[in-house]
Nanobody, 115 residues
């Protein structure tokens, strides 16, 4: 299994920036697809961004041009740089690792954007 620990959340004003990090344990980090998801109160969890082991990325339409996902395999860490934050970005953000039958989630980190 892969253990994931997110950090970097917090309270920020609208149009501000935050950088989330997700550190992973285990020796197979470089093989997996990493994803960032979020869940706002009363809403379903949704995918925000993902990055493959070849560093191909995908983004939800709502964050394109504002968020950037990246990974550092040497540090077993995936990042989510969030710029131009909006109040509707407020949610708990989770990172996810998938490889073969492994599907691991972090505990989440709260991001709150004030207007």
């Amino acid at each position: 299994q892969v253990q994931l620990v997110e950090s970097g959340g917090g309270l920020v004003q609208a149009w501000g920036s935050l950088r989330l990090s997700c550190a992973a344990s285990g020796g197979i980090f470089s093989l997996g697809v990493l994803g960032w998801y979020r869940q706002a109160p009363g809403k379903q969890r949704e995918v925000v961004a993902s990055i493959t082991r070849s560093h191909s990325t995908n983004y939800a339409d709502s964050v394109k041009g504002r968020f950037t996902v990246s990974r550092d395999n040497a540090k077993n860490t995936v990042y989510l740089q969030m710029n131009s934050l909006k109040p509707e970005d407020t949610a708990v953000y989770y990172c996810n690792f998938r490889f073969a039958q492994i599907d691991s989630w972090g505990q989440g980190t709260q991001v709150t954007v004030s207007s």
